[in-house]
C-alpha cells in the first residue's frame, strides 16, 4: 500500500471564522496522526472535522502564552477522513501555532478502518 506521510504548519492571520487548513483530496484517506497546538498569548482555539457536518474536537480552548494541547502523543489516538473532508481552525487572535502530521492513503487500496 502506498503511503504518503507529511506534515502541516499554520499560524492563523485572521480571527472570528473558521478557516480550513487541510482538505483530504480526491481518491485519498488521511490518517491524522498528531495534532498540536501553542498559544504565544491569550487565545481561545475551536478545531473540527468537516464532513458535511461539523465535530468539533477543540471546543472554546482558553490558552494563555505558553500553554500548549496535543492530540496523538500516544500514538494509538488519531482521526481517520476521507476524501473531501476538512479539519478547520478558529482562533479569537493570531497568537497561536498549529502543527498537523498525517498519512495519505489511496482509497481504493486503503486498509484503513473507516
Same mark, same amino acid.
Given at each position: 500500500? #502506498?503511503?504518503?506521510?507529511?506534515?502541516?504548519?499554520?499560524?492563523?492571520? *485572521?480571527?472570528?471564522?473558521?478557516?480550513?487548513?487541510?482538505?483530504?483530496?480526491?481518491?485519498?484517506?488521511?490518517?491524522?496522526?498528531?495534532? %498540536?497546538?501553542?498559544?504565544?498569548?491569550?487565545? *481561545?482555539?475551536?478545531?473540527?472535522?468537516?464532513?458535511? *457536518?461539523? &465535530?468539533? %474536537?477543540?471546543?472554546?480552548?482558553?490558552?494563555?502564552?505558553?500553554?500548549?494541547?496535543? %492530540?496523538? #502523543?500516544?500514538?494509538?489516538?488519531?482521526?481517520?477522513?476521507?476524501?473531501?473532508?476538512? #479539519?478547520?481552525?478558529?482562533?479569537?487572535?493570531?497568537?497561536?501555532?498549529?502543527?498537523?502530521?498525517?498519512?495519505? &492513503?489511496?482509497?481504493? *487500496?486503503?486498509?484503513?478502518?473507516?
Amino acid at each position: 500500500m #502506498v503511503t504518503t506521510l507529511g506534515s502541516k504548519g499554520y499560524i492563523p492571520t *485572521t480571527t472570528g471564522s473558521y478557516v480550513t487548513v487541510l482538505t483530504v483530496p480526491d481518491g485519498y484517506h488521511c490518517k491524522l496522526n498528531y495534532f %498540536f497546538c501553542a498559544a504565544g498569548g491569550s487565545v *481561545t482555539v475551536d478545531a473540527r472535522w468537516s464532513n458535511g *457536518t461539523d &465535530y468539533r %474536537f477543540l471546543k472554546g480552548k482558553n490558552l494563555s502564552a505558553g500553554d500548549i494541547v496535543e %492530540f496523538g #502523543v500516544s500514538g494509538n489516538q488519531y482521526l481517520i477522513l476521507t476524501e473531501g473532508e476538512t #479539519v478547520d481552525i478558529q482562533c479569537s487572535t493570531v497568537n497561536a501555532t498549529f502543527i498537523m502530521s498525517y498519512e495519505l &492513503y489511496i482509497a481504493p *487500496t486503503s486498509t484503513i478502518v473507516l
